[in-house]
């Protein structure tokens, strides 16, 4: 077997690399991962080592002087920065230090920036037994990626194949110094313990089994890839971009299993996590399988799921918020941002909201209250809101949250669809639209 060198990494670069970040902790691993980085002259002068102090260990600030000083040595850039790993409530410490350390490189990132972890191939292992036993499916039994894509940029793994010896004989021989985290010893972590008591005894029956382990983590990669695809392919038949909601008039074509891949998939787009089993059942038999009638609702990851009309819905929790009392809306405002992220713009337009009458009155917000009636422009007699939200589909989440306009305390407008006729007007550059939604879809 050759022996470990800098085309390892190579191999894997992109062929436009503007800043590469070398997650460097100090340890054995990520100091052989750096010394490989500086060993390949195209990456001169684009290297950064970055330590992520997470605070939970008192030798933590000392470990950051080393790495400090070994970056000096080096001759790379060197960046520290400082994370809140305190885990919530049913989080373990592992997974909250993980995602506070990823959730800060990810922000180091700009397009064309990569950057480099030092998992091998034993940690591969690792992590493929470790969602074994958590029941995970074909995604999470495929371990960790090799490349994939991390922020803006790009995120490689490029020892993740390379075995733990080897690494271990490269430090040797190039002569490398490195710090040994205590914590790593003690078994109370079930990453540790899996490492330093199930491993060796599994190792001394099967000694191939970091190469077994990781060849069949390759097998699930390539069928949940396979499975990605086939969703990615089917799902915007179900899925509707203005609203991000999921359509459910018509699945008879649609088997149970092939409703789970597209249910994960619809929830990734949305910007989720992927669902347990369990909630993935709660939401096939309450939102698909419920009654048509039915309006229930599930929260999860900070989210609502709400179905109405053959469609689901994913809101967040936030954009939920009802404003409870009025707020004026001054003259030289074009814009205002509400209590629950949403944006009112008001914009010239040739037919909507009279500018005169507008330009002469005090303008207020407020919240529907019940019992509110509007005349519209070319229908007989006055309509209340609750039927007109009927008509045109709009979800009784949103009847709740969608503000109301008023001039001098008259009902004027329901932002973004309707004006009263009273309000109405139509002449080019003489009239106000009003427009309502949150900030990223604008």
Sequence with gaps: MPDLNSQVIAALLPVTCRKVFVAYSG????????????????????????????????????????????AERLGVDFQLLTVDARANNGESPEAAAREARYRALRELLAVDDIILLAQHR???????????????????????????????????????NVAKAEIQRYAQTQGLQWVEDPSNQSSDFDRNYLRNDI????????????????????????????????AAQTL????????????????????????????RQWLGRIGLKPPSQAVLQTLVEQLIGGRADALPQIDIQGHSIRKYRQKVYCIPLQRLQKETQAKPWNQEQERITLGNGYVLTRSTASA??????????IVTVEPRRGGET?????????????????????????????????????????????????????????????????????
């Design 27 to 70: 340890g054995l691993d990520s100091t052989v991962l750096l010394d490989l980085c500086v060993g390949l002259p195209s990456l001169t002068g684009k290297i950064i080592a970055v330590y992520v102090d997470h605070g939970l260990q008192a030798e933590s600030a000392g470990w950051g002087e080393h790495c400090r000083r070994q």
């Design 122 to 160: 034993e940690d591969q292992m690792e992590t493929m037994l470790l969602q074994l036993f958590r029941g995970a499916g074909v995604s999470g039994l495929a371990g960790m990626p090799i490349t994939s894509a991390f922020g803006k940029g790009q995120m490689l793994r490029p020892l993740l």
């Design 199 to 230: 491993l060796p005894l599994l190792k001394q029956r099967w000694p191939a089994l970091d190469k077994t382990v990781a060849r069949s983590a390759g097998h699930c990669g390539d069928a949940a890839r396979m499975i990605e695809a086939w």
């Design 236 to 263: 915007p038949t179900f899925f509707d971009p203005t609203d991000g909601s999921f359509n459910i008039a018509d699945l008879s074509a649609v088997t149970a299993m092939q409703m789970n891949c597209l249910l």
């Design 352 to 361: 909507g909201l009279s500018k005169s009458l507008w330009n002469s009155a």
């Design 374 to 442: 509007l005349k519209m422009p070319g229908r007989a007699g006055h309509h209340c809101l609750k039927k007109l939200y009927q008509e045109a589909g709009v979800p009784p989440w949103e009847r709740e949250i969608r503000p109301l306009i008023y001039l001098n305390g008259r009902l004027a407008a329901v932002a973004g669809l309707w004006v009263a006729e009273w309000a109405w007007h139509s002449a080019t550059d003489a009239c106000y639209q009003l427009d309502w939604r949150v900030p990223e879809s604008m």
